[in-house]
């Protein structure tokens, strides 16, 4: 096993139509006015930037970016990552529940030394640590879909 390696996934049900939530998640630069571990995005282009994350551990995670699909038909989101983490992550979004059914995909190996080393010992706490992100995640979208 290469406890470096994490595949997550997320399923939220959100109280707004579809292309509402596709648009909101397809601001990347917005992340940061709603999701609380999200410190900051920095595009650098229409299909790039960079990425900075840090929930409750005492650590950020900086990535870099790139947009690999966006398909609002379809209701897909896709990045790849490099950096801290090197992988994919997509938003998968279908009508349902209280307005629409969200899925949250991804899959990364961890870059950054410090996690690689504290990889074994402390893979429960860097899981809770991501379930707590997209907890928060998930209140902040909620609440912004709301108010917007």
């Not at 109280?15 to 995005?41: G, H, N, T």
């Not at 900086?62 to 997509?90: F, H, K, N, T, Y």
Request: glycine share 8%; net charge positive.
């Amino acid at each position: 096993m290469d406890w470096c390696r994490y595949r997550f996934r997320s399923s939220w049900d959100l109280p707004a139509a579809p292309s509402r939530v596709y648009d909101v998640l397809s601001r990347a630069e917005d992340y940061p006015r709603w999701w609380p571990q999200v410190r900051e995005v920095r595009p650098a282009d229409d299909d790039s930037g960079i990425a900075r994350f840090r929930s409750l551990l005492p650590y950020d995670l900086c990535v870099s970016v790139r947009a690999q699909r966006r398909d609002p038909a379809g209701g897909v989101l896709e990045i790849g990552m490099a950096g801290d983490l090197e992988g994919w992550s997509r938003w998968t979004l279908r009508a349902g529940g209280r307005g629409t059914r969200v899925l949250y995909e991804q899959e990364v190996v961890v870059r950054k030394p410090l996690m690689r080393r504290l990889a074994i010992p402390c893979r429960p706490f860097f899981r809770a640590n991501h379930a707590l992100m997209m907890r928060g995640g998930r209140r902040g979208l909620e609440a912004y879909l709301e108010a917007v």
